[in-house]
Nanobody
Framework: QVQLVESGGGLVQVGGSLRLSCAASGRTFSTYAMAWFRQAPGQERKLIAAINSDGGSTYNAAGRFTISRDNAKNMVYLQMNSLKPEDTAVYYC????????????????WGQGTQVTVSS
């Protein structure tokens, strides 16, 4: 089992940057694929970026965002650049051993989320 805790969200101006962090518990973290999703009010939860267990393969839905991980520290990161008002959402970290897809139901463990607000 994996417990996930996100941090790093906050209020940022348009064009600014943020780095979100996700701290994972458990000695088997390095066996999990990880992902970042976001959910804006009234909208479905959507994938932002995903990374495989050893960090050798990544998927980014937007070129402005970059996912990375440090298995030695049990951490996953999301670097967000050139932020726009439409990036305002709650951002979630998620984990799965072998996700069958990049959709939310494929992920087994979720953090509580961190709010990102981009002001214009």
């Amino acid at each position: 089992q994996v417990q996930l805790v996100e941090s790093g969200g906050g209020l940022v101006q348009v064009g600014g940057s943020l780095r979100l962090s996700c701290a994972a518990s458990g000695r088997t973290f390095s066996t999990y694929a990880m992902a970042w999703f976001r959910q804006a009010p009234g909208q479905e939860r959507k994938l932002i970026a995903a990374i495989n267990s050893d960090g050798g393969s990544t998927y980014n839905a937007a070129g402005r965002f970059t996912i990375s991980r440090d298995n030695a520290k049990n951490m996953v990161y999301l670097q967000m650049n050139s932020l726009k008002p439409e990036d305002t959402a709650v951002y979630y970290c998620a984990a799965a051993l072998s996700p069958a897809s990049l959709l939310p139901p494929a992920y087994d463990y979720w953090g509580q989320g961190t709010q990102v607000t981009v002001s214009s």
